[in-house]
C-alpha cells in the first residue's frame, strides 16, 4: 500500500518552495500485480512550481497508482534545486508542466512524459527537441468530444463557427472528420492577429448555431474572451469553451479535464506499461472528463440544458440524446 511517508514525500516536492523532496520512498513490488521487478521503472517526477495545478495532479497520482507497479522518485522543481543525477538515470522523466518538460528536455537524456501541457507546448517542445523520446497526456480535449458537447446541448445546431489561431491551427486537419460525425458543419476562420478577431467574430456568429474557440495563445488569452464573450451575447449565440474558468465568465459550457482526471490517465497508463517507449511513442488525449455548464447564461438564451451528469453520458455516447 501507499504507506504515510511516501505521502509526505510527495507533498513536500511543492509546498512554499522551501525546500524539494530528494526521492520518494519506494513502493514495494507485489507479485500479484503480476510485475517482476525487471519490468519495474524508476520513474522521476519532475514538477515546474510548488503548489497549484502541479500539487494536486502529484497527489491524486499518489492516491490512484496501484502499489507495486513502478518506483516514483521525486526530482525537485524545475525552477529550483533538482536532483540531477536521479534525472539522469531514471528509465522515465514525469514532467508536471510546461517547465518542467523543457527542464527534462534540457538536463536529461532520458525518455519524458509531459503532463499538464497543451497541445501548442508540447508543437514548441518537439520542434526544439525533434530528436527526443516525448510523449504527453495533453490537457486539449479531442475535437469529437467539444462537437459532442455542442450536439449533446444544441440536438438541432446544424452549423458551428470554429475560432482557431495561430496555435490551434494545427487541429484543422481533423475538424471536419469530427464534424461529420456529429452531422455537423463547421465553419472555420484562423485569427492571425488580435485585429482579425471582431470581424472573425460577426462571420462565425451571424451564420451559425453556436462558436466554437479551440485553445489558443491569441485566441484564449484574457481580452480575447472577453471579446469574444461580448460579441457572443450581441448576436444571441452560445460560446461552447475548454475550461470551467471560462464558462463562469460567461460560455455557454465546457467540457475538460482537471489534473485529477489526468493524474488518473497517467496512472493507467503506468500500469499498463512495462518499459518507456510505449509512453512517449504516442500523445495521449485524456480519457476523464466533466463538463460545466452556466445555467444564468442558458436562461439568457432561453435554453433548457440538461444537468452535468446526463451531459456527461451523452458526450460518451456519441452527442445523441
Request: with cysteine; aromatic share 2%.
Amino acid at each position: 500500500m501507499v504507506t504515510a511517508r511516501m505521502r509526505a514525500c510527495l507533498s513536500c516536492l511543492l509546498p512554499g518552495g522551501l525546500r524539494v523532496a530528494a526521492a520518494l520512498a519506494m513502493l514495494a513490488l507485489l507479485p500479484v500485480l503480476g510485475l517482476s521487478v525487471a519490468h519495474a521503472m524508476e520513474v522521476a517526477v519532475l514538477v515546474s512550481e510548488p503548489g497549484g495545478r502541479g500539487q494536486r495532479f502529484v497527489e491524486a497520482l499518489d492516491a490512484a497508482l496501484a502499489p507495486g507497479v513502478h518506483r516514483l522518485a521525486g526530482a525537485g522543481l524545475a525552477g529550483g534545486e533538482a536532483d540531477t543525477a536521479l534525472l539522469g538515470r531514471a528509465d522515465l522523466v514525469l514532467a508536471v508542466g510546461h517547465a518542467a518538460a523543457e527542464r527534462a528536455l534540457r538536463d536529461s537524456s532520458r525518455p519524458v512524459l509531459a503532463v499538464l501541457v497543451g497541445l501548442r507546448d508540447l508543437d514548441r517542445l518537439k520542434r526544439a527537441h525533434p530528436a527526443r523520446d516525448l510523449g504527453a497526456v495533453v490537457l486539449d480535449q479531442p475535437l469529437e468530444r467539444h462537437l459532442r458537447l455542442v450536439r449533446a446541448v444544441l440536438p438541432d445546431a446544424k452549423r458551428v463557427g470554429v475560432l482557431l489561431g495561430p496555435d490551434s491551427v494545427v487541429q484543422l486537419p481533423g475538424l471536419q472528420h469530427a464534424a461529420d460525425a456529429l452531422r455537423l458543419q463547421a465553419d472555420v476562420h484562423e485569427v492571425r492577429e488580435v485585429a482579425d478577431l471582431v470581424p472573425a467574430l460577426d462571420h462565425l456568429l451571424f451564420a451559425g448555431d453556436a462558436l466554437l474557440p479551440l485553445p489558443d495563445g491569441l485566441v484564449s488569452g484574457p481580452a480575447a474572451a472577453r471579446t469574444i464573450l461580448l460579441t457572443s451575447y450581441r448576436h444571441r449565440r452560445p460560446v461552447f469553451a475548454h475550461s470551467a474558468a471560462y464558462v463562469t465568465a460567461g460560455a455557454l459550457a465546457a467540457v475538460f479535464s482537471t489534473p485529477e482526471h489526468v493524474a488518473v490517465d497517467v496512472a493507467d497508463l503506468l500500469a499498463a506499461a512495462k518499459e518507456p517507449a510505449a509512453l512517449v511513442r504516442k500523445i495521449h488525449s485524456p480519457r476523464r472528463f466533466d463538463v460545466a455548464v452556466n445555467r444564468a447564461v442558458a436562461r439568457a438564451l432561453g435554453l433548457v440544458v440538461a444537468d452535468e451528469q446526463v451531459l456527461r453520458e451523452r458526450i460518451a455516447d456519441g452527442g445523441a440524446q
